[in-house]
């Protein structure tokens, strides 16, 4: 250093950033034959307390040839930067945040706009969120030594709403009874045991397929489907639906089904009107107003007594009872009522018997060949064609021999239990009209003229009618 002797750091000057995460250095008051050496350097970066994350390979550049490092400053030191903590978070099972409705897609690249609401069902006991923790920072380090200090992440907590519970560690969120998870006001998670509709079920909201008890306040319009692990309960009326509940099924406004309606129940179905619907309940129907053309098989019951109480057209078959004010009409509509059977052991004879004429009329057949065939084998004409045929024509007429006996046994065992039809019976409080035909167990009686005021049920082998006190 040749210059009138002035300390070093009257040419170089040493900066420090506000974050103290870098160190620049400045050459300036110099001439071209200023030179300074890397040991220099060094003393100088010192006497500035700068100790950590110096580059001495720039600062030997420097000492090389401060020449091109005037008037600019040089980055010499570099910190460590502090690392906060990631926040912790929560995670739930479902998401909530898509609000829009969309159609579901399907396989095929087809759009089923029925498709457009998602309902977040859950089990009791099922995980519905968990929770990850937060994370410590990492401090970082001055490039004048100091510990540059970091936040730690804030943690997250559940929200917990109504029918939820934390596990002790308060690490999982899970539902204390079925139902539908709901994210309402304040981000509390909650449980729901019931899904309100309210309004119709329409292209806005879409099939409803729910784990618990469903309340529709409006109508359901044609071709959408309702399902419930729980109830179904309807202010208004049900149009050319689908309902389906584990539980039972109330309609207020009725069903006018135009033959498309479908309305099955694990208990009980209680409607004021039903017109061209098909119904299948496990328990009781019970009809305030009128059962018009339409398929009714009730496992215990079919009462419509109320005002009007008017059963006219189609079937209806109950286990036990069918109780109407009226049936039929003064038109001789043909009207059926059975009763005294499960509906669907009813059904099932019907089916095995249709099964057991198709197999009569195919048994018939395979002998006709089989007598063509033993007679070409008689005359010592049978050709390897022809035997392979014979062969495979006796193992069918085996077949078939077997399953007509499995048949047969199955209808004995249902005629038996339509024999045991005494508690059986058909109220009708006003009238019963022509056209009519009432079967109780395995009888049946044709109702000709108009009759008032009577019960039908089975006695020693007939259907007999009594008065109504």
């Not at 502090?82 to 159609?103: A, C, R, T």
């Amino acid at each position: 250093m040749s210059e009138g002797n002035m300390p070093l750091d009257f040419f170089i000057s040493i900066t420090v950033s506000d974050d103290k995460l870098s160190a620049h250095l400045l050459i300036s008051n110099t001439e071209d034959t200023f030179k300074v050496s890397i040991g220099q350097l060094l003393d100088l970066v010192q006497k500035n307390r700068i100790i950590h994350g110096v580059n001495q390979v720039v600062l030997a550049e420097i000492a090389a040839n401060p020449k091109s490092f005037s008037l600019k400053k040089t980055l010499i030191a570099t910190g460590t930067k502090q690392v906060d903590g990631q926040n912790g978070y929560i995670k739930l099972s479902f998401d909530f945040d898509d609000n829009e409705k969309k159609p579901l897609e399907l396989e095929d690249g087809r759009v089923n706009y029925k498709e457009v609401v998602s309902i977040h069902n859950v089990r009791k006991g099922q995980l519905i969120g968990q929770r990850f923790l937060a994370t410590a920072g990492t401090p970082g380090r001055a490039v004048t030594g100091e510990t540059l200090f970091s936040k730690s992440g804030k943690e997250a907590r559940f929200k917990v709403g109504k029918n939820v519970v934390t596990d002790a560690e308060q690490m999982g969120l899970y539902a204390t009874i079925d139902g539908m998870v709901v994210r309402t006001d304040r981000d509390k998670i909650n449980v729901f045991p019931v899904y309100e509709i309210n309004g119709d079920v329409d292209y806005n909201i879409g099939n409803i397929d729910f784990i618990g008890t469903v309340v529709v306040r409006g109508n359901v319009l044609p071709g959408f489907k309702i399902r419930a692990a729980g109830d179904i309960r309807v202010t208004g009326g049900v149009e050319a639906a689908e309902l389906e509940a584990e539980g039972s099924i109330e309609i207020s406004a009725g069903i006018v089904g135009q033959n498309k309606a479908l309305i099955k129940a694990g208990k009980n179905v209680k409607s004021s009107f039903i017109q061209d619907a098909t119904i299948e309940v496990s328990g009781d129907l019970n009809v305030s107003q009128s059962i018009m053309h339409s398929t009714v098989r009730a496992g215990r019951s079919v009462n419509c007594v109320g005002a009007k109480g008017l059963i006219v057209g189609g079937t209806i078959q109950a286990g036990e009872r069918v109780a109407a004010r009226t049936i039929g009409n003064s038109m001789s509509t043909a009207t059926v009522i059975e009763v005294g059977v499960l509906p669907e052991l009813r059904n099932e004879m019907i089916q095995l018997r249709n099964q057991l004429r198709t197999l009569s009329e195919n048994m018939e057949k395979t002998s006709k060949a089989l007598t063509l065939l033993d007679q070409l084998a008689a005359a010592g004409q049978l050709s390897p064609d022809k035997l392979a045929m014979r062969i495979k024509l006796n193992n069918t007429k085996k077949q078939s021999v077997d399953e007509q006996v499995s048949i047969k046994e199955r209808i004995l065992e249902i005629e038996k239990s339509l024999e045991d039809s005494e508690n059986a019976k058909v109220q009708v409080i006003s009238t019963i009209y022509g056209g009519t035909k009432i079967v109780i167990g395995r009888y049946t009686k044709f109702i000709k003229d108009p009759t008032n005021r009577m019960t039908f049920r089975l006695s020693e082998g007939d259907i007999v009618m009594s008065a109504n006190v």
